[in-house]
C-alpha cells in the first residue's frame, strides 16, 4: 500500500472482518466422516482477511481479533475465550494466523489484477496452512514436551480440512474480485 | 467505552465482578504476574514448583470466590489433547513427566483464565492501550487501537445477526450446506457495510487526517440486525451529546 497511515476505511474494514472471524464461529463444524475431525469455518477467516483485506489490513483483523478473546470474549470456535486459550497446545497456530493473514495478504495485493483460483489456492496453502501449521506445531511440541515429528503426524488430520478451507476461500476471493475490483487500492 | 449488548449468539465479556483483592489488584500487575508465571513455569517440570503453582492458583479462585466450574468451559476442549499428550508421555518417557506437563498447562489456563475473570474487558482494553503507547515511534497510534476495539465490538452483533439472516436465506432456497453460498452473500454485504460506516465516522469527526485528532467513541450508526436496510443505506446518524 502506498499510504502508510491506517485511515479510517482501514480501521472500520480491520474490525469488521474481526467481527467477520467471530461469526465465523457460529457455522456449525462440518466432521468429514472418514476422519472423525471436526471443521470448524474460523481458520476460513484467516484466508479471507488476507487475501480481501491485503498485507496489513488482513493481519491487523486477526490480531483484532485474538485480543478480542484475550480480553474475555468467548469468540472462538466452541464458545472459548480469555486469556486462558494462549497457554494451551494450540496457540501457536492462534499466532501463526496472524503471520498466515499477512502472507495471504501481500501474495494476493501483488497478484490481485490477474488473481484466478488456482493462484488464489495457492497463496491461502502457503499462508493459512504452511505458514500456520510451521508456527501450531512447534509450538505445542514446546507446550507439551510431545516430540515435533509426533505432533506433526497428529496435525496431519487437518489438512484435507484445511485445503477444502483454501479452496473455497479461492472461490470467493475470486468471486469479490469481480465485485470490489478496488480493494487493494488505498482508500481515497 | 463498554462491550456493547451483544445478540443471543455472543456472551458479553466473562469477567465476573466482584471486590475480592483480586478484582481490585491492577490488571497490569496481574498481566505481569502471569506473564512471569508463563515463562518461568515453562522451564520446569519439578512436581513440587508445578504442584505449588497449581495450588496457589487454586488458592487464587478461592480469594477471588470464583468456583472452579468457571474454568471447565476452557479446559473442557482441550480434553482431547492433554489425554493424548498424558499418555504419549507416559508410556513414552514416564508417568511423572507426563503428570507434570499436563500439571503446566492445566495450571497456566486457570491462571490467565483468572486474570481474565477478574478483570472488566473496559479494563484490559484500557491497559493494552496504555501499553501501546510507547510503540507510536514506530506508527502505532493508541487511539486508533481503542477505535478499532470498540468497533469491532459493535461489529460483532452485527455480522454475527447477518451470517444469521445468511444461513436462514439459503436455507430456504435449499443452499443451506453450501458453504460459497453462505460466505459470499456475508462477505459482500460486509464490505458493502465499510464504506456507510467510514462515511458515518468521517461526517462526524471531521475527515481521518489529522493524526493526533480524537478518534469517534460515539456508537456507529449501524442498526443491530443489520439486513439489506443497513447494507445498502446508511442509517441515519444518533446524535451523540
Not at chain 1, 503471520?99 to 483460483?117: F, K, N, S
Request: net charge positive.
Amino acid at each position: 500500500m502506498k499510504h502508510t497511515v491506517v485511515r479510517t476505511k482501514d480501521i472500520v474494514l480491520i474490525a469488521l472482518f474481526a467481527a467477520l472471524m467471530a461469526a465465523l464461529a457460529l457455522f456449525p463444524p462440518i466432521t468429514i466422516p472418514a476422519l472423525g475431525v471436526p471443521i470448524t469455518a474460523q481458520s476460513m477467516g484467516v484466508m479471507l482477511s488476507g487475501a480481501i483485506l491485503g498485507a496489513k489490513r488482513g493481519g491487523l483483523s486477526i490480531l483484532l481479533f485474538l485480543l478480542l478473546v484475550a480480553i474475555g470474549l468467548p469468540l472462538l470456535s466452541g464458545g472459548r475465550g480469555g486469556l486462558g486459550v494462549f497457554f494451551g497446545p494450540t496457540a501457536g497456530f492462534m499466532f501463526g494466523w496472524v503471520l498466515g493473514a499477512v502472507l495471504i495478504g501481500y501474495l494476493h495485493e501483488r497478484a490481485w489484477a490477474t488473481i484466478e483460483p488456482f493462484k488464489s489456492f495457492l497463496y491461502c496453502f502457503l499462508g493459512g496452512i504452511v505458514v500456520v501449521y510451521a508456527i501450531g506445531i512447534p509450538w505445542a511440541s514446546v507446550n507439551t514436551g510431545v516430540s515435533l515429528v509426533k505432533v506433526a503426524v497428529g496435525s496431519l488430520a487437518f489438512i484435507p480440512g484445511d485445503m477444502l478451507k483454501a479452496g473455497l476461500t479461492a472461490l470467493a476471493v475470486v468471486a469479490i474480485r469481480k465485485a470490489f475490483p478496488a480493494m487493494h487500492q488505498p482508500a481515497a | 467505552m463498554s462491550p456493547t449488548p451483544s445478540s443471543e449468539s455472543h456472551a458479553p465479556a466473562r469477567t465476573r465482578p466482584g471486590r475480592s483483592p483480586l478484582h481490585r489488584m491492577p490488571a497490569g500487575i496481574k498481566l505481569l504476574v502471569l506473564a512471569a508465571a508463563g515463562t518461568g513455569l515453562a522451564f520446569t517440570t519439578s512436581l513440587w514448583v508445578l504442584g505449588g503453582a497449581l495450588a496457589l492458583t487454586g488458592a487464587g479462585y478461592a480469594i477471588a470466590r470464583q468456583p472452579v466450574r468457571r474454568l471447565f468451559g476452557v479446559i473442557r476442549p482441550m480434553i482431547w489433547l492433554l489425554v493424548p499428550i498424558f499418555l504419549v508421555q507416559g508410556f513414552m518417557e514416564s508417568w511423572i513427566l507426563a503428570v507434570a506437563i499436563v500439571t503446566r498447562i492445566i495450571t497456566l489456563v486457570a491462571l490467565a483464565q483468572l486474570v481474565t475473570l477478574t478483570t472488566p474487558s473496559d479494563t484490559m482494553i484500557a491497559v493494552i492501550t496504555r501499553a501501546l503507547t510507547p510503540f507510536r515511534v514506530f506508527g502505532v497510534h493508541p487511539g486508533k487501537v481503542a477505535l478499532a476495539i470498540s468497533l469491532a465490538l459493535r461489529f460483532l452483533p452485527v455480522i454475527g445477526g447477518l451470517a444469521q439472516e445468511v444461513r436462514d436465506a439459503q436455507r430456504a432456497r435449499g443452499l443451506g450446506h453450501n458453504p460459497l453460498a453462505l460466505a459470499l452473500p456475508l462477505l459482500i454485504r460486509t464490505l458493502r457495510m465499510a464504506g456507510d460506516v467510514t462515511d458515518a465516522i468521517e461526517a462526524r469527526s471531521g475527515g481521518d487526517d489529522d493524526e493526533d485528532a480524537a478518534p469517534a467513541r460515539t456508537p456507529v450508526p449501524v442498526t443491530p440486525r443489520a439486513g439489506s436496510a443497513a447494507a445498502s443505506s446508511p442509517a441515519p446518524a444518533p446524535r451523540s451529546s
